[in-house]
């Protein structure tokens, strides 16, 4: 039996063939990969982390044991974090039904803080205004902008995983980055301006 140790941002449809027929190690793998992002995922919503982690586990307990339907899932980035979604807006569902009145509306997204290699580069003043501007777009907004930003997720399994239409997602996106430019610009404006010719 061939060595099948693929990355599993590369091949995810290999991982859940093997998962499928039961590979656990394929199966820790996609575990590995996935739960730092959904646990922040699932935490944006529920704010408790021990909730968030048990929400996340239990996905995960529940794809395992239905394994053999795994090589049938197309997408398993938006299947996890549908699954995810669902489970955290259940859990706030028993917990208070006037939570879940406004999906979205009212979580404060937490974002992450592991900084790039560019983003050191960057003064912390201007990081500070950029975090900021991020931390003030409405709540919808910032979920967007951190599933596309941070997560990596393209706009179609943003608007699958949200139940949004794709131009919303492009639209949310726009406001944006409009505001955190508009920020940010106000803090070069701080700076002396060269005269610029008409």
């Not at 982390?49 to 049938?72: C, G, N, P, Y």
Request: hydrophobic fraction near 40%.
């Amino acid at each position: 039996m061939r060595n099948t140790s693929h990355h599993i941002s590369e091949e995810p449809l290999v991982e859940l063939q093997h998962i499928g027929n039961g590979d656990e190690q394929a199966f820790r793998r996609l575990f590995q990969y996935y739960s730092p992002r959904l646990n922040q995922f699932a935490y944006s919503i529920v704010k408790i982390k021990e909730a968030a982690t048990e929400i996340v586990d239990d996905v995960f307990v529940k794809l395992w044991k239905q394994r053999e339907k795994a090589s049938s899932i197309s997408n398993i980035r938006v299947y996890l974090y549908v699954a995810v979604k669902n489970s955290s807006l259940n859990y706030l569902s028993s917990k208070a039904h006037r939570q879940i009145t406004e999906p979205f509306n009212h979580f404060d997204i937490a974002l992450s803080r592991d900084q790039a290699p560019d983003e050191k580069m960057i003064s912390a003043e201007l990081l500070g205004k950029i975090t900021s501007a991020v931390e003030s777009l409405p709540p919808r907004c910032k979920m967007i902008f951190k599933l596309v930003r941070e997560d990596g997720l393209r706009y179609k399994d943003v608007a699958e995983i949200l139940n949004l239409t794709v131009n919303t997602v492009d639209a949310q996106m726009v406001i944006a980055v409009k505001r955190i430019s508009e920020k940010v610009q106000a803090h070069f404006t701080a700076f002396p301006k060269k005269t610029v010719k008409k």
